[in-house]
């Protein structure tokens, strides 16, 4: 429990982000009446500049779930999660060199509409209806219950009664401010959570006595293995050094790439040039979660063997053992490592990290349903119909993720819960987008018949996991699956291009590479700030980092 001081910084915290967020986004549409309502409303009229582009897709990431059950990880198995964050670089750079070219030249409102003009209408209705499926159950559900475990533990408030209060407020400026609230909102939560974040990591090296009594801990107990995220095969894990090279590209690819929640920051850049350079921005700002989310959690598991952390409240009994149940770590830090007055700013950054995911999946479903679903059975719609519509829409999210708390609380890990259900999700996704790209060949049929088979594929693999986990199809770890259904993926659309040739149309001939080095052509901005340069920095860093914690 918390006392009344930092309660009071929490609730101003909350009050002044919703003030903003409604300030800016109606203020936005006001100063803005282009005739063009919707694309102001939905994509801030294409105005969005690189550094505003790269803290929104930072924030709309980094979550709730992230600063909770990224510590959850760092106490139960170390570094090794960090590996979903360094990855996601590798990810961003794909996005800045061969998606976004497509992205902006194309014009598309969202990702489907992009899907519809490289392949055909079906490929666009697919993908819309599982981009609003996903949005509510990883970027809001998931959110909002890793919210309620820290606000329950904190306040001592009810979890649905906290969760839906947030909601609630989070839905107000982003329904009526739309994606300028959102992008305005997401970047001063952004500094606001890597503020606390740095000073939950500075209080817990402190504490520890920096990190050498941290390795010391580590070695006498025999769990040097927790500093490594490279990890060999057959580790007790299940993510193994090649599962991280041969998994993460396939949810990477759909989450970065091929995620409307996630790309719609892209769309509005105002050009090319700050679209690719915002997303190599968040690509730098991403080395920093192993740090400062991962790390703390480390060092809260070397504080409790030393006995400077108390984790009785968590313990246990499983099988007739005791064990900590982790999922409190990072609100059990808070409340013994953090001084008063400080645990306001640390909520506040918590809360940063629930109310930018809500807002930014809130914006992302209501522009996917008015584009892409009603926008088709009603193609005479206003601009007033289209926002109307996208502001129903998010209202009825809110609904549907807080009705789905109850199941996915039933996961141990809130982090590995939330990449099982990507890893079957996003194989056929990332499939169509990366040969759509990259193959000229690649047919709308092909598409189409990818998309379904491959979902349907991914449910039925997911539903015996679940119900036969000893099965050798519930043995296989998720980061491995993902690999192998978009290896089915893959073979499904190629031999599909080959039965259903490709007719190609007018947009569908220019929406691809024919080869990879011509997304290095055409000009950009000079010196540092060009995108090129850039890749290569990050790329060089990104290398060094994997090799010295191999």
Request: charged share 10%.
């Given at each position: 429990m918390i006392g009344p001081a930092d309660i009071t910084i929490t609730v101003l915290y909350i009050l002044g982000i919703v003030i903003i967020g409604l300030w800016s986004g109606i203020r936005h549409q006001q100063k803005n009446k282009t005739g063009n309502a919707a694309g102001e409303y939905f994509l801030a009229g294409k105005t969005l500049r690189w550094p505003t582009i790269g803290l929104a897709l930072?924030?709309?990431?980094?979550?709730?779930?992230?600063?909770?059950?990224?510590?959850?990880?760092?106490?139960?198995?170390?570094?090794l999660n960090g590996n979903f964050e360094w990855m996601a670089s590798f990810t961003l750079i794909l996005l800045a060199l061969f998606f976004v070219p497509f992205y902006i030249r194309s014009g598309v409102a969202t990702l489907p509409d992009f899907l519809e003009k490289r392949y055909d209408r079906a490929s666009r209705d697919w993908l819309a209806i599982v981009s609003v499926i996903s949005a509510i159950i990883i970027h809001i559900a998931f959110s909002l219950l890793a919210g309620g475990i820290v606000l329950q533990t904190l306040f001592g408030v009810d979890m649905y009664t906290s969760v839906i209060i947030i909601s609630l407020l989070t839905a107000l400026y982003t329904v009526a401010g739309g994606l300028t609230a959102?992008?305005?909102?997401?970047?001063?939560?952004?500094?606001?959570?890597?503020?606390?974040?740095v000073i939950m990591c500075v209080a817990a090296w402190v504490k520890m006595g920096g990190w050498q009594p941290m390795v010391?801990?580590?070695?006498?107990?025999?769990?040097?293995?927790?500093?490594?995220?490279?990890?060999p095969h057959?580790?007790?894990?299940?993510?193994?050094?090649?599962?991280?090279?041969?998994?993460?590209?396939?949810?990477?690819?759909?989450?970065?790439?091929?995620?409307q929640t996630i790309v719609q920051r892209v769309l509005g850049a105002k050009n090319q040039d700050h679209a690719r350079v915002?997303?190599?921005?968040?690509?730098?700002?991403?080395?920093?979660?192993?740090?400062?989310?991962?790390?703390?959690?480390?060092?809260a598991y070397t504080l409790?063997?030393?006995?400077?952390?108390?984790?009785?409240?968590?313990?246990?009994?499983?099988?007739?053992?005791?064990?900590?149940?982790?999922?409190?770590?990072?609100?059990?830090?808070?409340?013994?490592?953090?001084?008063?007055?400080l645990v306001g700013v640390l909520v506040a950054a918590l809360l940063s990290g629930l109310m930018s995911q809500i807002s930014g999946a809130l914006n992302s479903i209501s522009t996917l349903v008015s584009y892409d679903i009603y926008k088709r059975y009603k193609p005479e719609a206003t601009d007033k119909q289209l926002v109307k519509t996208?502001?129903?829409?998010?209202?009825?999210?809110?609904?549907?993720?807080?009705?789905m708390l109850p199941l996915l609380n039933s996961y141990e890990s809130i982090f590995n819960g939330l990449n099982d259900i990507i890893a079957h999700i996003a194989p056929p996704i990332t499939c169509v987008f990366v040969l759509g790209i990259f193959w000229r060949k690649a047919s709308a049929t092909s598409s189409k018949l990818t998309l379904w088979l491959g979902s349907l594929l991914g449910v039925v693999v997911f539903i015996i996991s679940k119900l036969m986990p000893t099965s050798w199809i519930g043995e296989v770890p998720f980061m491995m699956m993902a690999f192998y259904l978009f290896c089915a993926c893959m073979l499904m659309q190629i031999l599909f291009s080959y039965v259903y040739p490709v007719q190609q149309t007018i947009d569908s001939d220019r929406l691809y590479w024919n080869s990879p080095f011509e997304a290095l052509k055409g000009d950009s901005w000079k010196g540092l700030g060009n995108y090129k340069v850039l890749s290569v920095l990050l790329l060089l860093i990104m290398s060094v980092l994997f090799y010295l914690f191999r």
């Open positions: 930072f924030a709309t990431n980094i979550s709730c779930v992230h600063l909770v059950s990224l510590a959850q990880s760092g106490f139960d198995t170390g570094l959102v992008v305005v909102t997401e970047s001063i939560q952004t500094i606001v959570l890597l503020a606390g974040a010391d801990v580590l070695q006498q107990h025999g769990e040097m293995s927790k500093l490594s995220m490279m990890r057959g580790d007790s894990s299940g993510m193994p050094w090649y599962s991280v090279f041969l998994g993460y590209p396939v949810l990477g690819i759909w989450y970065w790439c091929a995620d915002g997303s190599l921005f968040c690509g730098f700002i991403k080395i920093l979660p192993v740090f400062i989310f991962v790390l703390p959690g480390l060092f409790s063997q030393k006995g400077l952390l108390d984790v009785s409240a968590l313990q246990t009994i499983a099988d007739g053992k005791q064990v900590v149940n982790s999922k409190g770590i990072y609100t059990l830090m808070i409340t013994q490592l953090i001084p008063k007055g996208g502001k129903v829409a998010a209202g009825v999210s809110v609904i549907a993720s807080l009705l």
